[in-house]
Structure formats: C-alpha cells, structure tokens
C-alpha cells in the first residue's frame, strides 16, 4: 500500500519527536532522579570535594578554551586562505579525527608524550596543565571548524582582495575584514569548545589522574565514584550539565539580540 504525502509527513513528525523525547528526557532525568533525595543532593553540591572538583572543571575549560582561540583562530586563516598539499587530510586530522578520537586512547598517547617516559623530557601528568592540554585536544576544533567556515565565506565574497586592493596588507586585512566579520563564529567556537571541555574524561583521567583539589574535575570524579557515591554524584552531574546548558542557552540569547 503506497503512503499518501500527508501519512509521509506524520511519520516524519513522529520519529522526530521520538528523538527529541530521549534526548530531552534523558537531560531532564537526573533532576527528577534528584527530587526522590533532595536534602541529600542539595547537602553533597556543598561538599569541598564537588566545589574544588567544579571549580577545576571551569577554570581549565576556560584555560582550554584560551588556548583554542588563540591557536584556533590562525589555523582556520590558514586553512581558509591557503592551498597546500594534503590540506584535506591535514584538516580532517586536526578537526574531525580529534572529535571522535577514543577518549582513554588520547590519554595514553598524551601519557606517552608528555609524562614520566616523555622523549622531549616534559613531564606534565598529573597536573592542571595536562587538565588543559587533554581539554584542548578533544575541545579546540569546535573552534576551528566554526571560524574556517566563516573565513571561507569572506574568502569566497571577495572582500578580502578589495581591502588588499585599497592598500591594506595582510595582517591589516586578517584584523579589520576577517576578525570582526567573524565575531559570532568565533563566540560560537568559543562556547561549544568551553561546553565540550567541561565534559571531557578519558583524557583528563589517564593524563591528568584524579588528585582531589588538583585535577579532579566533575567528570573524573563521576566516573570514579558512581558506583559507590550515587547521590554525590548525581549531584556532580546536575553541577555540570546545568552550568554547560546554561552557557550555551546564555550564549544563543546573547546572539539571537545581536542580530
């Protein structure tokens, strides 16, 4: 029996909703799940080891993020002005592949390179600055992807050859037309690269560890503890998601006005 158009369109209608339902009940479940032990919830997000574990979440994210932008910024210049050999794989490689990356792969690699065994003689595990690093690798194409892609379309507007035309040199051209034409892609970048960093994990628990007050962030300290710490936990979960949610919600209202 052959589907009539208006049949099409309610099955399309349905099987959306049903994603939006999981994804959206599956957000919204730790707050109910929080209801059920309020007092015990609202007691454990006053706990030093959740507060110093919130605190280092943000405060490295935010380090992570720094470092995306101000290395993030110049590669998606490069990548939108310039033709190179392999450019393709090189870009697949930097942001694509970082994303769908095995998280614990990444903190055995970062291990490798950067701890104890380093065969450059630096070692930064078990510190905030492997927090940072481990952050950047997993969060910092959000930024590139998002700001290669505007810088393509001035590219490709021309803007830039008329500037360059009128006298102005590369890098005046790079500050003036290409930077503030950019400035909500960047914000974009900036946001999504800070709301991916807060959840980060495999990297930051083999490279980073789980020292309390040093680089125990939420997700390190959920994944170590949910088996025996079920309400402290969930209290870490509703700690990150909602500061995470709220950035992002902050951030879309922020450029919805702006525009």
Known sequence: MKLSSAHAIIILYFLSTLLILFAVSTILYQYIAALGSLSEVIKAIGEYRILSA???????????????????????????????????????????VPQTFPPVAEGIILLLMLGPTSPIGLNLAFTFAALVIAKVFIAGPFVVSFVSRKFREIRKSGMNLTARSLGADQFQVFTTIFLPLSFNEIA????????????????????????????????????????????????????????????LFSFKRLMAKGE
């Open 54 to 96: 919130l605190w280092l979440s943000i405060t490295s994210s935010i380090g992570a993020t720094i470092v995306a932008l101000l290395l993030g910024i110049p590669l998606a210049y490069v990548f939108a002005t310039k033709d190179f050999l392999w450019k393709s794989m090189v870009e697949t490689l930097v942001i694509d």
């Open 188 to 247: 974009a970048g900036a946001a999504m690269c800070w709301a991916r960093a807060m959840g980060e994990l495999g990297g930051s628990l083999i490279f980073a560890g789980v020292i309390i007050g040093q680089t125990e962030t939420i997700p390190t300290f959920v994944a170590t503890n949910s088996q025996t710490l079920l309400i402290p936990s969930l209290a870490a979960s509703i700690l990150v998601t909602t500061a995470s949610a709220l950035a």
